[in-house]
């Protein structure tokens, strides 16, 4: 069965400090994996997705199979990454629907 | 081009009352997704759709029916509302070749009491 595990409810750091969100995963295939974001009184959105490798407003997060990880990372926060981030794991063909982890609230503190 | 759209944006039930929550996109997307988003739940699939005519059951079904009638149209129904289903209830649609691009709408707060 597949399942999205992220241990953090929430999250707080200092704007400036590292941030890391973690996400895991159980799936015996093989995975794609997303992270969506929720801002304050918006939509939720896609962050990024692994497969495309590449650092959106400052992120990045890289797929460890050995691990089954997908965290996300930026090396400096700022007050307006505050948001919920939901991880989430699917497959890019046939009907079956993305799988979400609980989510982190990430808190950043001027 | 507005997207998702969901009517209404809020709601307040009495227990036992019923509604039917209305999803719109206008993305000609095939699938289409109802979730209900709880404070430390996370969100979790309710009912989805792979086309129109079709549904299936998500991971929390109970309570809740669907159809899909139209294409760019999926419905949310409560026919007996109760308190556990308040929440913040998510539509969201993409197409079929791209599993990971989920266009989500602005959500509707449902309040039952």
């Known amino acids: 069965a597949q399942r999205v595990t992220q241990p953090e409810k929430l999250l707080s750091v200092f704007k400036g400090a590292p941030v890391e969100l973690k996400c895991n995963y159980s799936y015996s295939g093989s995975p794609e994996l997303f992270w969506y974001v929720q801002y304050s009184r918006q939509r939720l959105q896609l962050l990024l997705r692994h497969i495309s490798r590449e650092s959106i407003k400052g992120f990045t997060a890289d797929l460890n199979k050995g691990e089954t990880s997908f965290h996300l990372k930026k090396p400096f926060a700022q007050e307006e990454d505050s948001a919920m981030y939901y991880c989430a794991l699917g497959q890019n063909s046939g009907n079956t629907p993305l799988v979400f982890g609980k989510g982190t609230r990430l808190s950043v503190i001027a | 081009n507005a997207g998702v759209t969901q009517t209404p944006k809020f709601r307040v039930l009495k227990t036992g009352q019923s509604m039917t929550l209305l999803c719109a996109q206008d993305?000609?997307?095939?699938?289409m997704y109802w979730y209900r988003q709880d404070p430390g739940m996370g969100l979790r699939l309710i009912h989805y759709?792979?086309?129109?005519?079709?549904?299936a059951k998500g991971e929390v079904p109970d309570g809740y029916n669907v159809s899909r009638l139209k294409k760019q149209n999926f419905l949310l129904g409560l026919e007996s509302a109760a308190p556990s289903q308040t929440s913040v209830y998510f539509c969201a649609s993409r197409p079929r070749d791209r599993a990971y691009e989920q266009y989500f709408g602005p959500g509707t707060r449902l309040t039952v009491t």
């Open positions: 759709s792979v086309g129109e005519g079709t549904t």
């Open positions: 993305m000609n997307h095939e699938y």
